[in-house]
């Protein structure tokens, strides 16, 4: 089976702006995690959808989004981006209980 | 709230020998997941092992395995014969029974030395 996949992998945006995030689970997932990495804050979750649904959100304001299709494809979008927001995104997928990263997305804000 | 501590930043092995990597963890839960999960230099989280709470045998997954303690709520991994291509950080995470949200500890980051 094909991994997850995430696009694009890299990306550089500035202030004020917005960005979207693409996340495709592995073939059979229903579930897709996000987390963004950053040096100083480490691994921290952001949201969870299963079947076009929101299940749990993380400690994030809401200019972080996202949302799930019906082949469980999932988007991620930051609106308004800040600085603070140039971090490695790393979404996951799962089937049960163990979950499968992807690549992630480098962001980078000037 | 969860945490999950690693207390360890860095650590270096030989080749061929035995490390251990420690992780404590603090929840109120009964039921719960807990994980090992490698990002080698090349970014790609892996799992690497999983230990369900309500199982009292220690996980184990060819050259690792886990010295899982409930009561003092420690997981520890030991990587056996370790290998050049282990190096990379290790990250501890707890999940509880009722959701999928998965929490991290900072991280050990390993260097196998030749």
């Known amino acids: 089976k094909a991994g997850v996949t995430q696009t694009p992998r890299y990306l550089i945006k500035t202030r004020g702006q917005q960005v979207t995030l693409s996340c495709s689970p592995i073939s059979g997932h229903r579930s897709v995690s996000w987390y963004q990495q950053t040096p100083g804050q480490g691994l921290q979750f952001l949201f969870e959808y299963f079947s076009e649904t929101q299940r749990n959100k993380g400690n994030f304001p809401g200019r972080f989004s996202g949302r799930q299709f019906s082949n469980s494809r999932s988007e991620m979008n930051v609106s308004t981006l800040e600085l603070g927001d140039s971090a490695l995104y790393l979404c996951a997928s799962s089937l049960g209980r163990d979950q499968y990263f992807g690549p992630g997305t480098r962001l980078l804000v000037l | 709230a969860q945490t999950v501590t690693q207390s360890q930043p860095e650590m270096s092995v030989q080749e061929a020998e035995t490390v251990t990597l420690s992780c404590t963890y603090d929840t109120s839960e009964s039921n719960y997941y807990l994980f090992w999960y490698k990002q080698p230099p090349s970014r790609q989280m892996i799992l690497v092992i999983r230990?369900?709470?309500?199982?009292?045998q220690n996980a184990t997954e060819n050259r690792f395995s886990v010295n899982f303690q409930k009561a003092a709520k420690s997981f520890s991994l030991k990587i056996s014969d370790s290998q050049l291509g282990d190096t990379a950080m290790y990250f501890c995470?707890?999940?509880?029974?009722?959701?999928?949200?998965?929490?991290f500890g900072a991280g050990t980051r390993l260097t196998v030395k030749p």
């Open positions: 995470a707890f999940m509880n029974s009722f959701n999928n949200d998965m929490r």
């Open positions: 230990q369900e709470a309500y199982k009292q």
